[in-house]
């Protein structure tokens, strides 16, 4: 039996209501009236294609940590050896932080640490191969991963967690619907803003601030941008700031079905001097 199952804005059907009476016979006949005007305000809801590709990303982004944690953890061995060395330690560094005489239980850590790395690598290394793959077959991915410091794990998840992007109306919702703008709590003739909501997926919005800050060191404007924002509101602030505007960015990319040039090119900044294309 193939039926297709449509999700409904529950909150716009009810404003298509010329009666205020609520019945479930007349909620049915609604639904029929307004599907038969093809009008009925439809939830956008991922296939089971899309969210198959998320556990593909939520696995790789659960091994990472993992093996963060256990660097961490050899980090800190060789520290109390005397070894002061970060990334040396995984290059050149590697045979000394073996070779240091240690405690026996301390000896046991280090060597079942270092095989837990040895046999996490290969595995993200697979599916960091399987991310690729996945990014080749998707025009848009590939697209997105055109913005400087959008590597291809980021387009991807941009793209499968955003969906469609007409279903949003401006860069605002996407941030919204991301997480990345501020909770309020105002009343009367104060207002006051405080952390940011966090809704939405945590995996793309971690992603977005690890690649909003490739961007700055990338992009001599970003740079300017950031350093103005940490000087005025702190670091954390500013991260989060360049988050949501290369998510806006990578928005209309998507929804514009432009590459970066073409965003610069056409982009918001069309006009301006130096970017006078815009106008032709």
């Known amino acids: 039996m193939q ?20 019945t ?18 439809q939830i956008w809801v ?21 093996r963060t944690r ?27 932080l073996e070779s240091f005489p240690l405690a026996p239980w301390a000896s046991r850590r280090r060597h079942e ?29 590939q697209r997105l991963a055109t913005h400087p410091g959008v590597g291809p794990l980021t387009a991807l998840a941009f793209v499968l967690i955003i969906g469609k992007a007409e279903r949003f109306q401006c860069g605002k919702q996407v941030a ?3 997480g990345l703008v501020p ?17 939405g997926s945590s995996l793309l919005r971690f992603l977005l601030v690890e690649a909003a800050q490739v961007t700055v060191r990338s992009l001599p404007e970003w740079r300017r941008r950031y350093f103005h924002l940490m000087m005025r509101r702190g670091r954390k602030i500013a991260k989060v700031a360049m988050a949501r505007r290369l998510a806006v960015c990578l ?15 056409f982009g918001s900044h069309v006009g301006q001097p130096g970017n006078r294309h815009g106008v032709q």
């Open 3 to 22: 039926i297709e199952l449509w999700i409904g804005d529950a909150a716009q059907i009810q404003t298509k209501r010329v009666r205020k009476q609520k």
């Open 24 to 41: 479930d016979r007349q909620d049915a006949l609604l639904i029929l009236k307004l599907m038969l005007k093809d009008d009925f305000p």
């Open 46 to 66: 991922p296939r089971w294609e899309n969210r198959d590709l998320r556990q593909l990303l939520w696995h790789r982004h659960g091994m990472v940590q993992a």
């Open 70 to 96: 256990i660097m961490n953890q050899l980090q800190a061995v060789a520290l109390n050896e005397g070894l002061r060395c970060k990334k040396r330690l995984w290059r050149s560094e590697r045979q000394r």
């Open 113 to 141: 640490l270092l095989e837990l790395l040895d046999r996490l690598n290969p595995t993200i290394a697979e599916l960091s191969q399987a991310v690729q793959q996945e990014v080749e077959k998707c025009s848009e991915a």
């Open 176 to 178: 919204s619907y991301l």
């Open 183 to 199: 909770l309020e709590d105002s009343s009367g003739n104060r207002r006051r803003l405080g952390h940011i909501t966090k809704q």
């Open 251 to 265: 928005y209309w990319m998507m929804r514009q079905g432009w590459d970066y040039q073409q965003w610069v090119k």
